[in-house]
């Protein structure tokens, strides 16, 4: 779990340059999934406050006061009373789903994932309609919509679309023409995080042979994830991310058995507190989750907490909200993403995710440090060697294969 109400964070990121990002910055049969624990334990239920009139649609339900102080709009629509959400670990700081249930009378269910495949096969085995929000990445998007598991988005329930950055509305190469399936949450990159407490000698410029160093056998951890972790013994082999070719996912299986006895363990969640606490180090996790270890570990103007994407580049994501074709509650979830799009809430969590904003009304509220620094928001030429994850089709069989097999060695 990250820290909260940071007093010193403007000089946090004043002084992150050192952080920096390095360069610095259909799912056939769909296997891949693992929890390492962050799948279930952190489901959480509230009860909503429903107040104000009930005499008509619209907005009628919930909080008015509490839509003001937020700049929350009215809808003109009629919300169901509960919805399911099914969102990624630790993606919002505590408060915000109440903040949510408040202003529009709606209870919240929220159960977590750690990986899209996680939350893909949960809904294949058990139909979309166990939730009506999810947050797939880029790709996943692309896959499940192909699957039939989504819904085509009706953006006049969304009247805050426009808070998006042009580019976040344009560039959605994996949202399937024509119409909108999704609308982009938070972004980031996945990269390498050291904690120099425990591994003084690490600096960068590094390969991803950092990661394959036996000097650090039992105190590294990978991302437990199909895509990630795969596309990162890829990148070490100099190929794309999204190669289809048979042999080059082969030769990135055997990296990767290679790698095993190496490494603590393949994990997703609390790689802030793995960092922080000095349990591993180095550390393949995304780059929110580096930025919440180093401010964790701030005194006296600096932090042990380093992070870069290795030189031969790493993947740049973007997560996302999603209806699911079988949802209950549509409505509810049209106003969960009306309220994440909201600018002062999607501030409120960039400022404690340390994800970069896809919003461009919201950066008003985003610490100005944060918008600055090139380590959370990548400059061009750091995104030139980023690449994101694409939805490779049938070629999806060979990642699965492989990663069971990476699983059972
Ligand atoms: C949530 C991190 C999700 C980022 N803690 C992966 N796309």
């Known amino acids: 779990m990250k820290r909260e109400n940071t007093s010193n964070r403007r000089t946090f990121l004043k002084t992150t340059g050192a952080l920096g990002v390095g360069m610095t910055v259909g799912l056939a049969g769909c296997t891949g999934g693992g929890n390492d624990g962050g799948g279930t334990d952190g489901t959480t239920t509230s009860e909503a406050t429903t107040t104000g009139t009930t005499d008509g649609g619209g907005s009628s339900k919930g909080d008015a006061a509490v839509r003001e102080k937020w700049g929350l709009p009215e809808l003109d629509y009629e919300v169901e009373d509960e919805i399911n959400v099914f969102q990624w670990t630790d993606y919002w700081p505590s408060g915000t789903v109440e903040i949510f249930e408040q202003a529009y009378g709606v209870t919240a269910n929220v159960s977590n994932y750690a990986s899209n495949e996680e939350m893909f096969n949960k809904l294949k085995a058990g139909g979309t309609g166990q939730f009506d929000l999810i947050f797939p990445s880029d790709y996943m998007v692309n896959i ?106 082969e030769e990135a299986k055997q990296l990767l058995i290679e790698q095993k006895p190496l490494l603590q363990t393949y994990s997703s969640v609390s790689r802030d507190a793995a960092l922080q606490n000095q349990q591993a180090s180095p550390v393949h996790l995304w780059s929110g989750d580096a930025f919440s270890a180093y401010w964790a570990t701030y005194e006296d103007g600096s932090s042990p907490i380093g992070y870069r994407v290795p030189t031969e580049g790493d993947v740049v994501w973007v997560d996302t909200g999603a209806i699911t074709k079988e949802a209950a509650n549509p409505n509810a979830a049209y106003a969960f993403i009306t309220f994440f799009l909201n600018a002062k809430i999607n501030a409120k969590i960039s400022n404690y995710v340390y994800y970069p904003t896809p919003n461009k009304a919201a950066k008003e509220y985003v610490d100005d440090a944060a918008l600055n620094n090139p380590a959370i928001y990548p400059p061009d030429d750091v995104m030139k060697k980023l690449e994101f994850i694409k939805n490779v089709g049938q070629a999806t069989t060979y990642y699965s294969k492989a990663w069971t097999e990476i699983q059972n060695a």
């Open 144 to 249: 499940m919509q192909d699957q039939g598991f989504l819904q085509q988005l009706d953006l006049s329930k969304v009247p805050n679309f426009d808070n998006l950055e042009q580019r976040w509305i344009d560039e959605a190469p994996y949202d399937p023409d024509p119409g909108r399936w999704s609308v982009p949450y938070q972004w980031g990159t996945s990269g390498v995080g050291w904690n120099a407490e425990m591994t003084p000698d690490i600096e960068y410029p590094f390969s991803w042979d950092v990661m394959w160093d036996e000097q650090y056998e039992g105190q590294m951890t990978m991302l437990n994830d199909m895509r990630e972790t795969i596309g990162a013994a890829l990148k070490r082999l100099g190929y794309s991310i999204n190669t289809t070719d048979e042999a080059k996912i």
